[in-house]
């Protein structure tokens, strides 16, 4: 099977618009199911463009997600990092959510939290929530 | 893309055959250590396009889970069916579940599916030769960063009332996540068999069971009898089960990969009440065996026969053993 390598379309950090505009955007996310693999196909009924998160939140993710996994301190964890390919199983991906409903004080939809599979997509929700609460 | 249904009838050559299509096998990968060199060498048996799949994992040991995986699903389905080894193509659903693209018209079972699953130490295959098969195996890790309560609490969400109690009313915190781990377990077997993913409301999926046997589970509230669930425990605490079902119930995505979705009652019937055999341990050098055995042999095979000196490399040995 070909290999897909699937991100959400982000702007730079520099996003020229305040947060609380962020729900007047427009966003490109690609869906996945939770558990395993990125669809092969776009669904059309999706698409939004995201802002992308600050550095801080990207990498407090990533913190909350080594620690679920248990990942050595120099194991490489981006943006770009995978849940799955980091090892998450079904049980990980649902404390990796609780962990950063906790740490943000936000609420995460089970339908949202199955879109979820990296860790920028994990940072762009809770910035999205926390604008939203705001 | 469907392939045209085979029309079949009951008897005792048939018989066989349909039993033949129910496998389960595992492999303990506590005992595979392979070398950085040993773990390519293993990995050369599967077709090119799997190796990405492969080392896109982080961690070894799950890049090992997904090698063992990989090799028992292209194993078994060369050993059961019989296609040539560079015929057999796996592919993946959305969802992420493999299955078998079968072109071959001259499959002998009316619905070959199979799934698999790896965690902690055990890797494992299931397939049937009517039924959806779902397999999951779950190790009954003690949480790190929390106390056993906190760390069920997560899951509540996810189990019925009855089935909360039950976890909630346990002995010890030791019970208590063996119950858990035991009813997350036939949840994933569950969905695994229909290829959705863990978005399906779970607490609607109530199981029921008599100290874990006679398990059947009830969906909202009505019970499904055309499903049957094998929970079985693995030594160093792990469980595996599986759940064996309704080609119907099978999600869209998966329904297309499928030879055959709707069988008359009888024949249906039979397919559930087939014998549910027991778990085959297999080691890799196993499974390299019987892809190595089959047709093709990969091209630049010499090459991987470098009987180095490194002895904790079981590759020496099994390369020692064809002569």
Redesign the interface.
């Known amino acids: 099977?070909?290999?897909i390598t699937a991100s959400s379309v982000s702007f730079p950090a520099s996003c020229p618009l305040k947060q609380n505009q962020v729900s007047d955007l427009k966003k490109v996310s690609l869906s996945f199911?939770?558990?395993?693999?990125?669809?092969?196909?776009f669904q059309p009924s999706r698409f939004r463009i995201a802002c992308a998160a600050k550095p801080e939140t990207v990498d407090k993710v990533c913190e909350i997600v080594r620690?679920?996994l248990?990942?050595p301190a120099d194991?490489?964890v981006t943006g770009e990092?995978?849940f799955a390919?980091?090892?998450a199983?079904?049980?990980d991906?649902?404390?990796i959510v609780?962990g950063l409903e906790e740490e943000f004080g936000i609420s995460v939809e089970?339908?949202s939290a199955?879109t979820i599979t990296t860790v920028q997509e994990a940072a762009d929700m809770i910035e999205n929530l926390k604008a939203k609460k705001a | 893309m469907r392939c045209g249904q085979v029309r079949y009838q009951l008897g005792e050559h048939r018989e066989m055959e349909l039993e033949n299509g129910v496998q389960r096998w595992i492999v303990d990968i506590s005992n595979w250590n392979p070398s950085p060199h040993c773990f390519s060498f293993a990995m050369s048996f599967l077709p090119n396009h799997e190796y990405s799949s492969i080392t896109r994992f982080v961690e070894l040991e799950d890049q090992k889970r997904a090698l063992v995986s990989r090799l028992l699903q292209y194993a078994l389905v060369h050993q059961v069916l019989g296609i040539p080894f560079d015929e057999i193509i796996i592919r993946r659903t959305p969802e992420g579940k493999p299955y078998l693209v079968c072109d071959n018209m001259k499959l002998a079972f009316p619905n070959f599916n199979f799934n698999a699953s790896h965690h902690g130490d055990y890797v494992a295959i299931a397939s049937e030769p009517i039924c959806l098969v779902g397999l999951d195996i779950v190790s009954h890790s003690v949480p790190k960063n929390e106390t056993a309560y906190e760390f069920v609490q997560n899951f509540s969400s996810y189990f019925s009332s009855s089935e909360w109690n039950h976890i909630m009313h346990a002995g010890s915190s030791d019970e208590m996540l063996h119950i858990f781990y035991r009813y997350w377990c036939l949840k994933e077997a569950f969905v695994k068999a229909m290829g959705t993913g863990v978005g399906y409301k779970l607490d609607d999926v109530e199981f029921h069971h008599m100290n874990w046997n006679n398990i059947f589970v009830e969906v909202a509230g009505k019970e499904l009898k055309d499903w049957k669930f094998w929970l079985l425990d693995l030594g160093r605490n792990h469980s595996v089960c599986i759940a064996r079902g309704q080609p119907r119930a099978a999600t869209t995505s998966y329904r297309t990969t499928l030879k055959q979705i709707k069988f008359d009652d009888e024949e249906y019937y039979h397919g559930l009440h087939l014998p549910n055999a027991s778990f085959t341990f297999r080691t890799v050098e196993d499974l390299i065996q019987v892809i190595y055995g089959a047709d093709q042999v990969p091209s630049d095979i010499s090459t991987k026969f470098d009987v180095s000196e490194d002895e904790g490399c079981e590759r020496a040995r099994f390369v020692q053993q064809l002569g």
């Open positions: 099977m070909a290999s199911s939770r558990k395993s693999f990125p669809s092969l196909r620690k679920q248990a990942l194991s490489a990092s995978k390919s980091l090892g199983d079904s049980l991906t649902v404390e609780m089970e339908e199955q």
